[in-house]
């Protein structure tokens, strides 16, 4: 059986720091891709906010199956890596999380980089494997 609870000494780095998460999904063709993202870690899943038609987007539509390492931001050495899967994608409350997101990663009331006609959404994944060090 798979660990798949987060250690509580890694918690603050989860919730109160700005640390990224590299988030790994599939291509079409079973090729990984990585992109680092902002989140919010809440009820025991990480919530992830991106724009409809994004590659990440595209790949986490097509297969639930995901990854994200977690570096604590004041000591690389010590990281949390998870493999998950997406058990909620949504657009309600998307545009308010990234604004959220926003306020958590740069101090900002509202998301900065918005483009015109661009559709947010939320993908919730739970952790299925948890693995850390540090």
């Known amino acids: ?25 599939l291509m079409p063709d079973g090729s990984p891709q990585v992109t680092p993202v902002w989140f919010f870690y809440e009820k025991g899943k990480f919530l992830v906010n991106t724009a409809r038609g994004r590659v990440k987007d595209r790949n986490m539509k097509q297969n639930a199956r995901v990854a994200l390492s977690i570096s604590d931001p004041d000591n690389p050495y010590s990281h949390v890596s998870v ?8 657009e309600e409350g998307a545009d308010a999380s990234i604004d959220a997101l926003a306020k958590k990663y740069m101090d900002k ?12 959404v939320i993908y919730e994944i739970e952790p299925v494997s948890v693995s850390s060090m540090g």
């Open 109 to 120: 009331d509202k998301y900065p980089f918005r483009q015109p006609g661009e559709v947010r």
């Open 1 to 25: 059986m798979a660990n798949t609870t987060i250690p509580e000494k890694f918690l603050p780095i989860l919730t109160n720091k700005k640390a990224f998460a590299h988030l790994a999904t």
């Open 83 to 90: 493999r998950g899967k997406i058990v909620r994608a949504t």
